[in-house]
C-alpha cells in the first residue's frame, strides 16, 4: 500500500490514535506516513484535522481533493505564505479575510506571521479587534 505524508502546519502537536490501537504524534513542522485507510479512519473520527487542511495537510493533493478535504487539487493552504500574502493585502480584503476565519488556532496563526511582519497600524487593529488578548507590537 502506498503511504501519504501528513504534515501538521501548525505549532502544536497533534496526537493520532490509530484503527490498531498504536499512537503516533506529529510535532510541528513535521510529517507521518499513513496509507488510505488510516486516513480516511482518522477523518472518520475527528473531522476537523483534516477539513480543509487547516491543522494536517496531505502530500498527495488529489488524495485530499477526492477524500474531500479540499475542494480541488489547486486549493490554498492556510501557511504562513499565504498568511503573508494576505495581510499584503489592502485593509478592506484583509477585514474580509479575517472574517472568515474563526479558529482560534489560525486566529493565533495568523498572530504570529503578523508579528514577524512590519504591518501599518490599521492592519494592526483589525488584527487587536479580533485576538484582543494577543500582543502585535513589541515595547520598545
Not at 59 to 86: C, M, Y
Not at 97 to 125: I, N, R, T
Request: charge should be negative; charged fraction near 30%; aromatic fraction near 6%.
Amino acid at each position: 500500500m502506498e503511504k501519504t505524508r501528513v504534515y501538521n502546519v501548525r505549532k502544536y502537536a497533534i496526537g493520532l490514535q490509530l484503527q490498531n490501537g498504536a499512537e503516533r504524534v506529529v510535532m510541528p513542522g513535521s510529517f507521518v506516513l499513513l496509507v488510505r485507510d488510516e486516513i480516511e479512519y482518522l477523518a472518520s473520527i475527528a473531522p476537523l484535522l483534516f477539513a480543509g487542511e487547516k491543522q494536517l495537510k496531505l502530500e498527495n493533493r488529489a488524495l485530499a481533493a477526492q477524500l474531500g478535504f479540499i475542494e480541488s487539487e489547486n486549493a490554498e493552504t492556510l501557511d504562513a505564505e499565504s498568511i503573508r500574502r494576505h495581510l499584503s493585502q489592502r485593509v478592506p480584503q484583509v477585514k474580509a479575510w479575517l472574517d472568515e476565519v474563526k479558529e482560534p488556532y489560525l486566529l493565533d496563526a495568523v498572530c504570529d506571521v503578523a508579528a514577524e511582519m512590519d504591518l501599518p497600524a490599521s492592519k494592526l487593529q483589525l488584527l487587536k479587534d479580533r485576538v484582543p488578548e494577543r500582543e502585535l507590537v513589541q515595547a520598545e
